[in-house]
Structure formats: structure tokens, C-alpha cells
């Protein structure tokens, strides 16, 4: 049957390379309104004004700066309170309604009480990106201390932890698959939420520089940020997963 | 190193156990009324029906649980918790998962109450692994091992802290019944070489002629010692010898 076989790489690039030839004839031979979509060439032409102006790089270090430092929030608040909870029952039912209530509302619907509580510029976005990234950290890092093998503890405490021994050498590096779950859930995350409140209220960054493009009827740019934000979000989680196997080479995951 | 062959080094006085109930379900009463000692150097294997409370009278001696009257005492006095001088080598080996073969063995000789002793990690370590034949697994992770190696694996990190009772709560149960038969040699080798006393709970009525001094029968739930055999055979012996059936049958008319 096996005569010939394409290498796997490039059966995995010949999808968005055929998606992007048929739109690009598509539009060239005018099938498509290009208003709507313009040529993905054109696209790419803008692409290399927006880097040279250097207005992209303002844009994305803007965007990015409120992208990191609210998952650095939501990743430092989720382990800590996802650990206390999984440690006292206390903690565990006191913050657990708070967090049962808090999570089904759409954090955007917040960002407008953030505006006035922080004001336009970064406060807002950062509030309202660590807010909502900070619940896949908790869960997770609470379901991770939560299914600590208790022999595990105990082989430990005999063989003379500390209760700080215990934490640090057992409970902590045995959660770290589901806390590093959590953490790629709230970065990916944090990308919507960003393009989105930057869209709502924002005088720089990639939200507000796809939305203006669009009043403007630069569709091509439209696309061109579209194209950048799609390339940042793949990179990191690959970047995430990357540094998953080299924090947790020990980590055997069923499916990868 | 037991320095006194023969001392009284664990003993059983008049203990009980009940689990008290809760949520709605009754009390359980494990242990009633148990009566017996250990002597250092010693190599007792316990059997009883399933569900009787053998691991339990492990846990008792481990520390992991308390007597509800009764007392059980290790070298004279009451056993108030856990500690390394009565490590536990569990059914399910609870080895970290995120440590090598070589870190899960100097975990213990690493933590803060262990380092005053001394010892060079290093070749406390490498004596181990040699021991249990896992000398060239050193830096292989436990999820990369099989099953008897990671019993081994357990029993030398247990080594470590040169404990002096080793509690084997059916450590061999999981395995096939071939890497059984060399891990029942091995645990012996291990034995004869260490000096180490012994508890081992099994099911195995042959494996615990096979391996032990003396055999306590334990009595069905409420448990208590209900004969203890001595069994005074030559090592090594073999399932198949006559006398190790002989012992054997009593045995198990006695379980009927």
C-alpha cells in the first residue's frame, strides 16, 4: 500500500497554504469583494509598513506589557489560593462560593467599573485579564494538591519532612502538572481578554489598532493584526509546552 | 544495625482499634485486644483474611494512626508518630514521581532532621542502588521502571535512613509471579545483609513460609493474633518442598 509518503510537516503546512493560494486568486481575479477580504499579499504588504513605522512594535509591547503582567497576577494569586485551599478547609469554604459566583460572569461585563476604578490606561486591562485568568489557575492547582497520593506524604513524614519539607519538596512539585495546565489556560486567556477590552477602551495596542483599521476600512490591516495576534498566541503556547518538558521531564502525558 | 539481637524492639500491649463513624455510618472496630511483640532482627510475616486489619497494624506501628486503647511500643516506649526508625514500604509504591531512582533514594538523607548524621550522600546512595540491583538506573524516572524494580526502589530509599523495622504491607501483591519469586530471594538478600527486622503482611500463606521466622495468623475483623507459628526450616526453601507444604496446610486449615 506505503509507496511514496509525504513527510508529516508538510502535510501539516499544505492546509493554511491552500486556504491562503485560494483566497489570494480569489480576491486577484475578483471573486471576492475586496473590501471585505483583501488579498492576503496585501495583507502582508501592510504587515511590512506596520513594522517599519514601528507602530506595530508600539502596539504589541503596549498590549503585551498588560498581557504579562495581569497573568503574572492571576498565576501568582490562582497557585497561592488554590494551595491554601487545598490545605485548610477553612480557606476551602470560605473562598469557594466567593470564587463559584465570580467566575460565570463574563469579565468584560466588569471592565467597565474597571475603568472607573483604574482609570483608561493599563490599571483597567491588567484588573480585568488577572481576574479572569485566575480561575483555570486556582481550579487546577487546588485539583492538583487536592490528588496528592496521600502515601506519598506519608512515605515523606517518615522518612523525617517538616510540614515546610512536606509543602515545598512533595505538595508543590507534585501539582505542578495541573498548575502548569492552569497557567497555559490563563495565558491563552489573557490573549482574548486583552484584544477585547483594548477594543472597548483603549488609545494603543493590537485591539485598538485592529478596531481603528476597521473604522478606517483598512481591511487589510484588519487581517494583518489578526495574523499577528494568531502568531503570538501559537508561538507561546508552544513556548509553554516547550518549557513543560523541560521543567517536568519527568511528566508523562497521555496525550500530547 | 539492630545492636541488641533478640531485644523486645516492638510490642503489641492489649491494643484496640475503632474507626469512629462518621457522616452517618457506625463505627468500625478493626482490632480487638491484640498481643504481640517483635524482636530485633527479626523476620515476621502476617497473614489473615482479607479486610482483617493487617495494614492497619502496620499503620499502627508506622505512626499513622493511634491505638484507641491500648499501647504500642517500640523499644520500650509508646510510638507517638511517625519516624525513621519504622519506615513503611507500601503495596502502591509511593515514590516521587519527579525524582530520579538516585534523588527518590537520597530524598531522606537530604531533609533537615537527617543531615547532622554525616554521611556522604553520594556513596549511601551507591551502596543502595547496588543493593537492590539498580545500579544502572540511577537516573531513569520511577514511571520508566517496572513494578518489582520500583518496589526495590522503595525498599532503598526506605534503606536510607537506616531504619530499624522495615513494615512491608504486601509489598510483592502486585506483582507477576515470576519477578514475585525473585523479589521474595531479594527481600531476603536484602534482609540477611541489612539485619534489619522485618513485618511483612501478605495473602500469600506460601510466601510467608517461605520467607519467615515466625508467622502470626491473624483472627477475621475485629482482628487479634489468633496463633503464631514458628517456622524453623533451613533457608533457602522452596515452595515446592515438603516441609514448607506441611507448615503451609496447618496454616491455612487454621484461616478456614
Known amino acids: ?256 | 544495625m539492630s545492636d541488641h539481637p533478640g531485644e523486645q524492639l516492638v510490642r503489641f500491649d492489649r491494643v484496640a482499634l475503632t474507626f469512629p463513624g462518621s457522616a452517618g455510618r457506625h463505627p468500625v472496630e478493626v482490632i480487638r485486644d491484640l498481643d504481640l511483640h517483635v524482636r530485633a532482627g527479626e523476620f515476621v510475616a502476617i497473614i489473615g483474611p482479607s479486610g482483617c486489619g493487617k495494614s492497619t497494624l502496620l499503620s499502627l506501628v508506622a505512626g499513622y494512626l493511634t491505638p484507641s486503647s491500648g499501647q504500642v511500643l517500640f523499644r520500650g516506649s509508646p510510638i507517638a508518630g511517625p519516624g525513621r526508625a519504622r519506615m513503611m514500604v507500601f503495596q502502591q509504591p509511593a515514590l516521587f514521581p519527579w525524582l530520579t531512582t538516585a534523588e527518590n533514594v537520597a530524598y531522606g538523607l537530604q531533609l533537615k532532621a537527617n543531615r547532622s548524621h554525616g554521611r556522604n550522600v553520594k556513596a549511601t546512595v551507591a551502596a543502595l542502588l547496588q543493593l537492590v540491583q539498580l545500579d544502572g538506573f540511577a537516573r531513569h524516572y520511577p514511571s520508566d521502571l517496572s513494578g518489582g524494580m520500583r518496589q526495590r526502589l522503595e525498599i532503598a530509599r526506605a534503606l536510607a535512613v537506616d531504619p530499624q523495622v522495615l513494615l512491608m504491607d504486601e509489598p510483592l501483591a502486585a506483582l507477576d509471579a515470576l519477578t514475585r519469586r525473585t523479589m521474595q530471594r531479594e527481600v531476603l538478600h536484602i534482609w540477611e545483609k541489612t539485619c534489619k527486622t522485618i513485618l511483612f503482611v501478605t495473602h500469600d500463606i506460601d510466601e510467608a513460609v517461605i520467607m519467615a521466622d515466625r508467622i502470626v495468623v491473624m483472627a477475621p475483623r475485629p482482628t487479634f493474633v489468633l496463633a503464631i507459628e514458628e517456622v524453623r526450616l533451613p533457608r533457602p526453601r522452596l515452595r515446592e518442598d515438603p516441609e514448607v507444604g506441611t507448615v503451609a496446610r496447618r496454616l491455612s486449615s487454621l484461616l478456614e
Request: some cysteine.
Open chain 1, 1 to 256: 500500500m506505503r509507496g511514496w509518503v509525504l513527510p508529516r510537516s508538510a502535510v501539516r503546512l499544505s492546509g493554511p497554504f491552500t486556504v491562503l493560494v485560494t483566497w489570494e486568486l480569489a480576491a486577484r481575479f475578483g471573486l471576492v469583494n475586496t473590501l471585505l477580504f483583501p488579498p492576503p499579499s496585501k495583507a502582508c504588504a501592510d504587515l511590512v509598513v506596520l513594522v517599519s513605522s514601528g507602530y506595530l512594535s508600539k502596539a504589541l509591547s503596549a498590549s503585551l506589557f498588560r498581557v504579562v503582567c495581569g497573568f503574572a497576577l492571576a498565576v501568582t494569586v490562582g497557585v497561592s489560593l488554590g494551595v491554601a485551599m487545598a490545605r485548610s478547609r477553612l480557606v476551602n469554604d470560605f473562598c469557594d462560593p466567593l470564587i463559584e459566583l465570580l467566575r460565570p460572569i463574563s469579565p468584560l461585563a466588569l471592565f467597565p467599573l474597571a475603568i472607573l476604578w483604574f482609570g483608561i490606561g493599563d490599571g483597567s486591562k491588567i484588573f480585568v485579564i488577572a481576574l479572569a485568568a485566575c480561575f483555570p489557575v486556582i481550579l487546577n492547582t487546588f485539583a492538583g494538591a487536592r490528588s496528592l497520593d496521600a502515601n506519598l506524604i506519608r512515605a515523606a513524614r517518615s522518612l523525617g519532612a517538616t510540614e515546610f519539607e512536606i509543602f515545598t519538596g512533595i505538595v508543590l512539585p507534585a501539582s505542578l502538572p495541573h498548575i502548569f495546565t492552569g497557567v497555559r489556560l490563563a495565558w491563552g486567556i489573557a490573549l482574548i481578554v486583552i484584544i477585547a477590552t483594548e477594543m472597548v477602551g483603549a488609545t494603543v495596542g493590537m485591539g485598538y489598532m485592529v478596531l481603528e483599521a476597521q473604522q478606517t476600512f483598512r481591511t487589510e490591516r484588519v487581517f494583518a493584526g489578526i495574523f499577528v495576534i494568531g502568531t503570538i498566541g501559537f508561538a507561546t503556547d508552544l513556548g509553554l509546552r516547550r518549557l513543560r518538558q523541560w521543567l517536568l521531564p519527568w511528566y508523562r502525558e497521555t496525550d500530547s
